[in-house]
């Protein structure tokens, strides 16, 4: 494991870093990206630009290597590259778990939000505040705050409070404060419009720490390196379990940085073909009238469009409203997707593909009684995928288990039992003594 | 760009003492309703009134304007239903659209600013706003104000200066909108002290400068105006007076009445405001 354990960064490595030419000076891939902000977070997006380019392209002031090494110390990096033996045996050829689930926290959210907290201060911020759809990222952002010993303040919708309060709980363990947002439907997109308003109104003393690929540049690009870390790993460890790189690599898509930083890495290995699974929720039919979508696949059934300071792929009606989305984890519950992503799926280096809530479900069920890895929810989606689709893929396949699943078990419950799932445990005997 | 714009009518709200720009929501809570708020603001002596045409994630809004987006939504206002909306209205004040920058794009074809922006000329807007826009991604919507001859006004915030300041004045036209503090729209109690330094800054340029965010009284606008700003944009406080019909079951001639007695304050504030300039100006 010794090519993957954090190593001194010089100025010549980092620009080889996969990824990073992708995204242009203007920030924009294609059509996609861009700077689409109220013009009083002008400066600001500015200023993170030039301490992006600064720190984490240049490794000013040796950034990078205090990143890497916190990310090792405090995180737990690197995470393994396990051979799943039942799913390989099940599915014919050999399948390989990217265990960001085994990153402190719980999830692969840390590698960005311990990245952009300790930017911020590098860049003399003195307050945090973040948007958190599951509460993944906010729980990340705490833990990165309070290690890092800077203020935090987290938006989350009121739905999704209501939804995940063990997550509520543990931010608040952690010193931040959790400001509900009761405009919409509560969830994500809201959080998201009200953190920028905040920062519209802080923006001196304070840095957003977004949580995904998405957002204005730099954060799409910004976010990807950091996350990065996930397929840098992979592709040194499939090469060195396997000699050879993976045929196949598998991640699920809400926002984008699961997928983004399980494909940076590879995107210029043209053999490696890429899986951006999506929440295809209860249908992908839409309903106009209620301005509702009962599912988060941007990529896959989504058109272009501009929110929250980037052109991207969205879930909108005819009119450009934004759609509500819908998906069994709200971890993936977003009407937007990362511009890089949109731009690659159009030019046909990643494919998406859609798995609705009931496959999700029995994928989750099914890695945590074969495997013994209880997912998240979200991850659960490339395992649905990998059920339907193994066949179509290579001999080797990579999936990213981007979370684990413990914050999902009271859905998980309540979904099971709305429904006749493979593999589910029989719970019937319990009742009432829970 | 000529500092004086494309259309002459925004250019004569400003030509002549200082400019009362009011906005609203259209559509806020209903069509009809609205319709009579917003004649109501023309006759209460608005010199330009900005129609807000609400968009599902208004970024730059605080919780006053949020409220008139859900409503308008769930009345059902939509970009075509907006555009009927100001042919039905009967008012002398030029009209500038107030939206964001999806809605823009997505108009007609899906492809660009173009389809809207024809639409609006047709109907007889003269400018818009666009709050998401910056400068920067603004070319497109820039070129197709030019071809129908309409105004796109840009805003400088407090933390707007040196280069970012020479690329939106330089694509500018109409009146450049001046925020007052940071953060989202909203009435507040007080007015913030950074205007002074932002009209300082706007000072050597040539198109009229209209200060907003925050002003509610009719002493705000005279401070405003007295500090040298040529108009003032009000739009939480008016907001507001709708709101507040809403919760109490007000009538709307009610209503409409708050709505232009507060106008006529504003306009009143505005030209003590300026009339205290110019006597400034001449006793020097």
């Given amino acids: 494991m010794s090519e993957t354990e954090p190593t001194t960064t010089d100025a010549a490595e980092l620009s080889r870093r996969p990824g990073r030419r992708r995204g242009r000076d203007d920030g924009k891939f294609g059509r996609y990206g861009g700077q689409y902000v109220p013009e009083a977070l002008m400066p600001a997006i500015e200023e993170l630009t030039d301490a992006y380019e600064r720190y984490v392209l240049e490794n000013e002031d040796g950034f990078m290597d205090e990143f890497r090494e916190r990310l090792a110390d405090f995180g737990g990096r690197p995470t393994p590259l396990q051979r799943a033996e039942r799913l390989s045996e099940r599915y014919d050829r050999e399948v390989y778990l990217k265990r960001e689930d085994l990153l402190h926290g719980g999830a692969h959210k840390l590698n960005n939000a311990l990245g952009q907290v300790l930017l911020a201060k590098y860049m003399g911020k003195e307050r945090i505040v973040a948007e958190t759809g599951a509460g993944q990222h906010g729980t990340a952002t705490a833990m990165a705050a309070a290690h890092l010993d800077v203020p935090c303040e987290i938006y989350m919708g009121e739905r999704d409070i209501n939804r995940q309060r063990p997550n509520v709980f543990r931010m608040k363990l952690n010193g931040a404060e959790v400001n509900p947002v009761t405009a919409g439907r509560g969830t994500l997109k809201e959080a998201i419009s009200e953190t920028m308003r905040d920062w519209a109104t802080t923006v001196e003393n304070t840095h957003y720490v977004i949580g995904s690929v998405v957002g204005p540049h730099p954060f799409p690009v910004m976010v990807r390196d950091f996350q990065a870390v996930i397929s840098e790993e992979a592709r040194a460890q499939s090469i060195e379990k396997t000699g050879d790189l993976p045929t196949d690599v598998v991640a699920c898509a809400g926002g984008g940085s699961n997928t983004m930083g399980s494909f940076a890495a590879f995107v210029d290995d043209e053999s490696v073909a890429l899986h951006a699974i999506e929440a295809g929720g209860s249908t992908l039919e839409v309903d106009e009238e209620a301005g509702v979508a009962p599912n988060s696949a941007s990529l896959f059934a989504g058109e272009e469009g501009v929110l929250h300071g980037a052109r991207t792929k969205l879930l909108q009606d005819s009119d450009g409203q934004i759609m509500e989305s ?73 999936v990213t288990v981007s979370g684990r699943g413990d914050k999902d078990l009271d859905a998980a419950i309540e979904e099971t039992d709305k429904r006749d799932v493979a593999g589910a445990p029989d719970m019937s005997m319990f009742t009432g003594g829970i | 760009m000529p500092a004086t714009g494309n259309s002459e009518a925004l250019a004569a709200a400003f030509a002549d003492g200082p400019a009362y720009v009011p906005y609203l929501a259209v559509g806020d809570p209903d069509y009809d309703a609205s319709l009579e708020y917003v004649e109501a603001l023309d006759r209460g002596g608005a010199d330009v009134i900005e129609l807000g045409l609400p968009f599902s994630e208004p970024i730059a809004e605080g919780p006053t304007i949020q409220g008139a987006v859900v409503r308008s939504l769930e009345g059902g206002m939509t970009p075509d239903r907006f555009f009927a909306f100001v042919e039905d209205l009967d008012v002398e004040a030029p009209l500038v659209c107030m939206t964001y920058y999806n809605l823009i794009y997505q108009y007609g074809d899906g492809d660009g600013p173009r389809d809207f922006v024809e639409k609006a000329a047709e109907v007889g807007l003269e400018g818009f706003v666009v709050p998401d826009l910056p400068a920067e991604e603004a070319d497109p919507l820039r070129e197709a104000c030019d071809e129908f001859g309409l105004d796109l006004v840009f805003i400088v915030a407090p933390t707007t200066t040196g280069d970012r300041l020479e690329r939106i004045m330089s694509r500018v036209s109409g009146y450049v909108y001046v925020q007052a503090r940071l953060g989202t729209t909203g009435a507040k109690s007080d007015v913030a002290d950074s205007t002074t330094e932002s009209l300082d800054r706007l000072r050597e340029y040539d198109v009229p400068k209209a200060v907003g965010f925050g002003i509610s009284t009719g002493e705000h606008a005279e401070r405003i105006v007295a500090g040298g700003a040529d108009g003032i944009i009000v739009g939480s406080a008016l907001v507001d007076i709708v709101a507040e019909g809403v919760e109490a079951d007000l009538s709307t001639e009610a209503v409409a009445d708050r709505l232009e007695s507060l106008s006529r304050e504003l306009k009143a504030g505005a030209e003590r405001g300026y009339a205290a300039r110019t006597e400034a100006a001449e006793s020097r």
């Fill in chain 1, 326 to 398: 819908h998906s069994v984890s709200s971890g993936l519950d977003y009407a937007g997707v990362g511009p890089e992503l949109a731009y690659l799926v159009d030019e046909g280096r990643v494919t998406p593909v859609a798995v609705d809530d009931d496959d999700a479900l029995e994928g989750f069920h099914r890695l945590s009684n074969t495997e013994g890895i209880i997912p998240a929810l979200e991850t659960a989606h490339a395992f649905g995928y990998l059920e339907e689709h193994a066949a179509d893929l290579g001999e080797r396949v990579v």
